[in-house]
């Protein structure tokens, strides 16, 4: 710690444990650092450890008055860079969270050596923080890393299980058209079909954990402080507006990954948090492509999809006839490794790269790149509309 470190504001930040989450909410700790922050950001033992791998010791300990610390989210351990099932991790983090965070929220008052916390920022689905919070009269602050639609989405699961339109009666909703059913009464959401509403709709019970807990973690964000959205006005005003009459202060300092790239000292790259080692040397392989002719697909983090659909994607790429950088993390095929046909690494040996995983936005960035082909995450969409790049939208799940 620096020798002025104790005279600045301390913020605290936990990041839902998920690459996709830990990405804005590095970036902003980032941007709160250069204007003056201490921060102490909060990973799981699991993510910290890969984290470590992917990066390095030397990155985690080279930021000045910037620390991280850890907490377990109850899980056992497992594969060292497998993907954790969403559900279970959900469900874990419910049950586990709150008393060691509370724990390490006690040793970091106590340290007289840190800067005095001047608030929490957490995630907008770890909400045991606002708990916590309360408990050490520390101010929290949601930070919702994906679209306010998808926020107010969420904010709406307790209304459509009220009026009984979830969860559906059987199966069969996915055939039989209950999936069009109009939703017309969602603040700031005009023509909303049900199928237009984040996916954990798509249930037949009542007690699905996804269901459960991102309604209940969206009502919750309603309890803190103040509610951060990565997002803006010009893209989403509409909903934006019914938000902030529904919740306490809301600031919307979206796209993040555009604010980074203001950072006075040093690259903002530098602090992306990956969890899986970057390639780079497919941005060679970009350099020597046709400008405004290259592929690039990435289904994101914590997608999972049948070895089918995979080769499916794969002769359809092979025959766009255009060069294509291919994402293809080691755990993206559902139980098993994805294994392509010999026939297609023939057909497209000239013109293709395969790589386990990128730096994204100077992916995007390189003039080669003329169309992405993405599973539409958040951070994908925002990165994508940042670089002025078309996408090819294959939605998955979630928002």
């Known amino acids: ?5 104790a005279a600045k504001p301390h913020a605290v930040l936990v990041p839902f444990p998920a690459q996709g989450h830990l990405i804005p909410m590095m970036q902003l700790g980032r941007l709160l650092h250069d ?13 910290q450890k890969r984290l470590l791998r992917s990066r390095g010791l030397e990155w985690v300990q080279s930021f000045e008055d910037f620390q991280f610390e850890t907490i377990t989210e109850g899980l056992p351990p497992s594969d060292g860079d497998a993907t954790q099932d969403p559900a279970t991790l959900c469900k874990s983090i419910r049950k586990n969270c709150l008393p060691v965070f509370r724990d390490l929220l006690a040793k970091l008052v106590s340290n007289v050596e840190l800067p005095r916390i001047s608030c929490i920022v957490s995630d907008g689905i ?3 923080a606002i708990d916590a919070g309360e408990e050490f009269g520390i101010p929290v602050v949601q930070f919702w890393t994906a679209s306010a639609c998808g926020f107010m989405g969420y904010l709406k699961f307790h209304e459509l299980i009220k009026r009984r339109i979830i969860p559906f009666k059987d199966e069969n909703f996915v055939k039989d058209g209950s999936l069009d059913k109009k939703i017309n009464w969602i603040p700031g959401m005009r023509n909303m079909r049900l199928k237009d509403m984040p ?9 699905n954990i996804m269901l459960n807990y991102l309604g209940d973690e969206a009502q919750n964000c309603l309890k803190a402080s103040a509610i951060i959205i ?7 005003r509409d909903v934006l507006d019914a938000i902030t009459l529904l919740c306490p202060p809301i600031y919307v300092v979206g796209p993040l990954n555009l604010l980074s790239r203001s950072i006075s000292k040093g690259q903002a790259s530098e602090f992306r948090p990956s969890l899986w080692r970057e390639d780079r040397s497919c941005l060679e392989w970009l350099d020597k492509q046709e400008e405004n002719f290259v592929i690039y697909v990435n289904y994101g983090r914590i997608t999972l999809i049948s070895e089918q659909h ?4 794969a002769w359809g790429l ?3 006839t255009h060069p294509f950088l291919w994402i293809v993390r080691p755990d ?11 026939e297609f690494f023939e057909e497209t040996k000239d013109r293709c790269l395969l790589t386990s995983w990128c730096s994204q936005e100077e992916v995007l960035s390189h003039p080669s790149v003329v169309v992405f082909l993405s599973h539409c995450g958040w951070n994908s969409t925002l990165e994508s509309l940042s670089a002025g790049v078309p996408m090819l939208c294959w939605p998955f799940f979630a928002e």
């Open 1 to 5: 710690m620096s020798g002025n470190s």
């Open 35 to 47: 204007r003056g922050f201490f921060v102490t950001f909060v990973n799981t033992e699991f993510n």
């Open 126 to 128: 770890m909400s045991f």
């Open 199 to 207: 996916s954990f709709v798509r249930t037949s019970d009542i007690d």
């Open 230 to 236: 990565n997002s803006f006005s010009d893209l989403e």
């Open 310 to 313: 995979v080769e499916e994607f």
């Open 318 to 320: 092979a025959h766009s």
């Open 332 to 342: 993206i095929a559902m139980g098993e490794s994805a294994v392509l046909p010999q």
